[in-house]
Every structure is written in structure tokens, then in C-alpha cells.
């Protein structure tokens, strides 16, 4: 075994540590990775398909990740590979759920509902989340209003170590990725210019997912009831 699976164990067992202690118990830790780990696939997946070098998911305390050593050619490309990771972890969200409610397990339920809401905090237009590599299709100026959502996000879910932590995280990774994209746009400008096609594509896309995801997350209840009526 290399020292790098040797680490990206160690880093798996880590996060599993921390997850077992904010969701207080084993089983919805081990569930939420494996949510985690299916939104990750997604990503995976995709850059797979379009031929792309990339990494096996990587697990850390605050999350996951896929490392691509190269930026993709075109801004149709990064979104298409950002989108894959939160349509399939909702898919996977949702069969949990679909299982939760059928079998009358509480915690499949508690941990679709979880991943509904790390597939949609996901969806906010400010890198380094997908959200933010989306936008870079629909217009890489979207950040400005990443960047006020997420503020608002980590006001309504309160102050803690923990969100102040992502928080100044993700806003440092932006900046840094604001800066990247102006010097991108000044060397290859077109890289955010898609057809416009495929820019209203992506829009509705975002968008209807943003919009399902939201409604999952926040009125549990009536998704329920819709399964329900659909005899699932």
C-alpha cells in the first residue's frame, strides 16, 4: 500500500470521526459519506467521460473532493462536470429517501435529507463549490451574488467554529478564484463564451435543480406525500 492511500485512509477514518460526532451516531456518519461519496461520482464520472485525468474522491473533515490537475478547455466543460456531482447525489438522495419512507427507517430519511441540503449549499454560484464552477457558463460575475448567499446561509444556520470555518475557507478560495478567472478571460475569452444554446441550457438546468433540491430540503412533507401518491 503507497503512504498516498495510506493517507486518503487515514483522512476517511478521520472524517468519519467527526461526522460520528456532529450527527451523533455511526450509522447516519457511514450514510452521509456514502451520499457524499455519490455526489463525488458524479463529478467523477464526468471527467471520465470527457477524458479527463482525475482522482478517486478524497475525504476530509469537511467534506470531499476529486482532483483534476488541468482546467477544463471550455466553461461547457467545467459546468458539465460541476453539474454531474449534485444531479447525481440527488438521484442518490432521493432513492434514500424513496427507501426511508418504504421501509420505515428514520435514519435513510435523516440522511436523504442531509444530502438534499449539501447538493443544494453546493449549488451557490461561488467557487470553489459546483455552484460557482457552474456559473462559469452562465457568467463568471455570478460570484457577487455567491457571495452575499452564503452570508446570509451561515447567519441563518448560526454562528459556530464550524461555519465560520467554512465560511472563511470557501470565501478565500473564492477570492482566489475570482482573481484566476479575470486573468483567464484576459488570456482566453473564449472560455466563457458558450453558444447560447447551451447557456440556456445550463440556466434551466441550475435553476430546476436549485428549485427541487430546495423543495426537497425545506417541505420534506409534501415531497412524501407526492411519493406517496405515486404509489412509491
Known amino acids: 500500500m503507497s503512504n498516498r492511500q495510506l493517507l486518503m485512509g487515514a483522512s476517511l477514518v478521520l472524517t468519519l470521526f ?46 470531499a473532493v476529486i482532483l483534476m490537475p ?86 441563518s444556520s448560526g454562528f459556530s467554529s464550524m461555519t465560520l470555518l467554512v465560511a472563511v475557507l470557501i470565501g478565500w478560495q473564492a477570492f482566489q478564484d475570482v482573481v484566476m478567472r479575470k486573468q483567464l478571460s484576459q488570456v482566453n475569452p473564449q472560455y466563457f463564451q458558450p453558444e447560447p444554446a447551451v447557456r440556456a441550457t445550463y440556466i434551466a438546468a441550475y435553476l430546476g435543480l436549485a428549485a427541487f433540491l430546495s423543495w426537497a430540503f425545506f417541505f420534506p412533507g409534501q415531497l412524501a406525500g407526492f411519493l406517496v401518491g405515486l404509489g412509491l
Open 18 to 63: 467527526v461526522w460520528q460526532s456532529m450527527l451523533g451516531t455511526l450509522s447516519l456518519a457511514i450514510g452521509f459519506l456514502v451520499m457524499i461519496a455519490i455526489h463525488e461520482m458524479g463529478h467523477w464520472l464526468a471527467a471520465k467521460q470527457l477524458g479527463m485525468p482525475v482522482s478517486a474522491p478524497i475525504f476530509t473533515p469537511l467534506g
Open 70 to 155: 488541468t482546467l477544463p478547455k471550455s466553461s461547457k466543460e467545467e459546468a458539465y462536470i460541476a453539474l454531474a456531482g449534485p444531479v447525481l447525489g440527488t438521484v442518490g438522495a432521493l432513492a434514500g429517501f424513496i427507501l426511508g419512507i418504504a421501509l420505515g427507517v428514520k435514519d435513510l430519511i435523516t440522511v436523504s435529507q442531509l444530502a438534499f441540503m449539501l447538493n443544494l449549499f453546493n449549488l451557490i454560484p461561488l467557487a470553489p463549490m459546483d455552484g460557482g464552477r457552474i456559473s462559469m457558463v452562465i457568467s463568471r460575475h455570478l460570484w457577487v451574488l455567491g457571495a452575499p448567499l452564503l452570508a446570509w446561509v451561515v447567519y
